[in-house]
């Protein structure tokens, strides 16, 4: 019969073009571990916390540290600093950072702390299992203020008290303090640390003179339309720069101040524009493994749709809400 064929049953396409959050959401069932399926069904489609705890739990080792390549950047089973930093990210922003787990986790920080009492990235393992090339093993590793900052920054925001982080605290205020020419993801974790720092004069203070050496330097680029002008950090890929809205993640971070209303606004845009044709965003580092390529990028969108909402630009077709607060005066 006429109009009985396919083509009549399939309904027209919509000229509503997908809003970011629905491209998103698709690139999550597509390509995300259950993690990041449950932890973008939570923020921003009314999904439950237990299902994020339940699919976390799935990386928390025996020793009360977090392993399995929870971080995409090592692989392999064992316990290290650097997942216990990403583990925290998401009970804090789940607001579960408290009770007896985190009193397990910071007993299981203090058997694997350095002499000085602070985190290594990588603790020294047994055998080898393979991780990413800028994460080298050690027999005797240092402590990091890449992985001790936010660490730090998270459990004191969740004004949790511990023994271990009286020395911990200490050792990152003296490593934020003694920076001279900090990398990139030295910034941000001493970011995260002072966003989360106690004792908020000094912390302001810190924020302050570290946010003058980062503008001094240009470690941040300032002007996404000319970021090929920017000095490329040793040891980077092509392309892995911070952008103001990588260290500035939320409107009430200290490190908003570093940034005019224009120039946190341009790296804003540069960012809403990164969205990809799959609905993901890219991820700008080295590419040492298709494993954890393909399964740090629902990480990297994840981080980029909070931040847009944090700054109230509109992911899901509705007007923006008004977030868009002008951060404190420039560093002097």
């Given at each position: 019969?006429?109009?009985?064929?396919?083509?009549?049953?399939?309904?027209?396409?919509?000229?509503?073009?997908?809003?970011?959050?629905?491209?998103?959401?698709?690139?999550?069932?597509?390509?995300?571990?259950?993690?990041?399926?449950?932890?973008?069904?939570?923020?921003?489609?009314?999904?439950?916390?237990?299902?994020?705890?339940?699919?976390?739990?799935?990386?928390?080792?025996?020793?009360?540290?977090?392993?399995?390549?929870?971080?995409?950047?090592?692989?392999?089973?064992?316990?290290?600093?650097?997942?216990?930093?990403?583990?925290?990210?998401?009970?804090?922003?789940?607001?579960?950072?408290?009770?007896?787990?985190?009193?397990?986790?910071?007993?299981?920080?203090?058997?694997?702390?350095?002499?000085?009492?602070?985190?290594?990235?990588?603790?020294?393992?047994?055998?080898?299992?393979?991780?990413?090339?800028?994460?080298?093993?050690?027999?005797?590793?240092?402590?990091?203020?890449?992985?001790?900052?936010?660490?730090?920054?998270?459990?004191?925001?969740?004004?949790?008290?511990?023994?271990?982080?009286?020395?911990?605290?200490?050792?990152?205020?003296?490593?934020?303090?003694?920076?001279?020419?900090?990398?990139?993801?030295?910034?941000?974790?001493?970011?995260?640390?002072?966003?989360?720092?106690?004792?908020?004069?000094?912390?302001?203070?810190?924020?302050d003179r570290l946010g003058r050496l980062v503008r001094e330097q240009r470690l941040v680029v300032l002007d996404p339309r000319r970021r090929r002008e920017y000095p490329q950090y040793p040891g980077c890929a092509?392309?892995?720069?911070?952008?103001?809205?990588?260290?500035?993640?939320?409107?009430?971070?200290?490190?908003?101040?570093?940034?005019?209303?224009?120039?946190?606004?341009?790296?804003?845009?540069?960012?809403?524009?990164?969205?990809?044709?799959?609905?993901?965003?890219?991820?700008?580092?080295?590419?040492?493994?298709?494993?954890?390529?393909?399964?740090?990028?629902?990480?990297?969108?994840?981080?980029?749709?909070?931040?847009?909402?944090?700054?109230?630009?509109?992911?899901?077709?509705?007007?923006?809400?008004?977030?868009?607060?002008?951060?404190?005066?420039?560093?002097?």
């Open positions: 019969m006429p109009g009985d064929d396919a083509s009549s049953l399939t309904p027209p396409p919509s000229s509503i073009p997908p809003t970011p959050l629905a491209r998103a959401e698709q690139f999550f069932w597509l390509t995300a571990r259950v993690l990041e399926q449950r932890r973008f069904a939570f923020h921003f489609l009314g999904g439950e916390a237990d299902a994020v705890d339940t699919a976390l739990g799935s990386y928390l080792n025996a020793d009360g540290g977090y392993g399995h390549a929870l971080d995409p950047d090592l692989r392999g089973p064992l316990s290290h600093p650097l997942h216990t930093a990403h583990a925290l990210r998401i009970l804090d922003g789940l607001g579960r950072c408290a009770g007896q787990r985190i009193e397990r986790l910071c007993r299981h920080l203090t058997r694997v702390s350095t002499a000085d009492g602070a985190l290594p990235v990588v603790l020294p393992a047994p055998r080898g299992y393979p991780g990413a090339p800028y994460h080298p093993v050690y027999d005797d590793p240092p402590g990091e203020l890449l992985t001790t900052g936010p660490v730090v920054g998270v459990l004191h925001r969740n004004r949790i008290w511990h023994a271990w982080l009286f020395r911990a605290t200490d050792f990152c205020w003296e490593r934020v303090g003694n920076l001279r020419r900090p990398g990139p993801y030295e910034v941000q974790s001493a970011v995260a640390f002072l966003d989360g720092a106690p004792d908020r004069a000094r912390a302001v203070a810190a924020a092509p392309g892995e720069q911070l952008f103001a809205h990588d260290v500035a993640r939320r409107p009430e971070s200290l490190a908003r101040g570093w940034f005019t209303d224009e120039e946190i606004g341009r790296s804003l845009d540069f960012l809403a524009a990164g969205q990809q044709q799959d609905g993901g965003w890219p991820v700008r580092r080295l590419a040492w493994a298709p494993g954890s390529s393909l399964e740090r990028r629902p990480i990297a969108t994840l981080e980029a749709l909070l931040t847009l909402r944090a700054y109230g630009r509109p992911l899901t077709g509705d007007p923006p809400a008004d977030a868009t607060r002008p951060g404190p005066a420039l560093p002097r």
